[in-house]
């Protein structure tokens, strides 16, 4: 279990609420999944931003995990 649902577990009143958290938590854990299309968008950053920097560093991976957030949230 991750700490997430250790906590909620503490904290559970009624059945309903159980159920209600576990349904959204699932819910999050797809909508953060990446899928096939993200790892594409990705690799395509990947390769626009290594064109311009030459080099692999922190500092290129943080541009391109800023360029797919930005993309991923339609920006």
Do not use: P
């Not at 250790?6 to 309903?16: G, K, P, Q, S, V």
């Not at 899928?35 to 626009?48: F, R, S």
């Amino acid at each position: 279990m991750s700490k997430a649902e250790d906590r909620a577990n503490l904290r559970y009143i009624t059945f309903a609420e159980e159920c209600a958290f576990i349904d959204g938590y699932e819910q999050a854990e797809e909508d953060l999944e990446l899928t096939w299309k993200d790892i594409e968008k990705i690799c395509l950053i990947a390769k626009e931003v290594h064109q311009f920097r030459g080099f692999w560093s922190e500092h290129v991976y943080k541009e391109i995990l800023k360029r797919f957030k930005e993309k991923k949230n339609g920006n």
